[in-house]
């Protein structure tokens, strides 16, 4: 299927319809928000070639994080208060320390 017949099958949502009483209560006074979830794109590398991703993934960016500094990152999401990571990539597993840096967000809470 091409791209344009897979939009109009498809078609993009220019908006969502409006919520059934369903709203964000404002933060209590005095209190800090913080991020409940990071999405982190742990590496762009992929030994897959998806049509849907395009050319986004394949190599790993040149400056993608070292070990430490991923561990470093996971600390300091902690120290955030995300409660929730998701690692992402490209394939995150094509990275050999992603266990390690999993672990590592589990530990950390
Ligand atoms: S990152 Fe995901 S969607 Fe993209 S080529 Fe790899 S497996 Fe496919």
């Given at each position: ?12 949502v220019e908006s969502l319809p409006p919520g059934r009483g369903r709203r964000v209560l404002p933060p209590p006074r005095?209190a800090?928000q913080r991020p409940a979830l ?45 409660g929730e ?25």
């Amino acid at each position: 299927m091409k791209l344009r017949e897979a939009r109009r099958r498809l078609p993009v949502v220019e908006s969502l319809p409006p919520g059934r009483g369903r709203r964000v209560l404002p933060p209590p006074r005095g209190a800090v928000q913080r991020p409940a979830l990071a999405v982190w794109e742990f590496t762009r590398a992929c030994d897959q070639r998806c049509k849907a991703c395009g050319p986004r993934a394949g190599v790993a960016r040149p400056d993608e994080l070292t070990t430490e500094e991923a561990l470093r990152l996971v600390d300091e999401l902690a120290e955030l208060g995300v409660g929730e990571v998701a690692l992402i990539g490209g394939e995150a597993y094509l990275r050999a320390d992603v266990l390690g840096s999993s672990d590592a967000s589990a530990s950390a809470g």
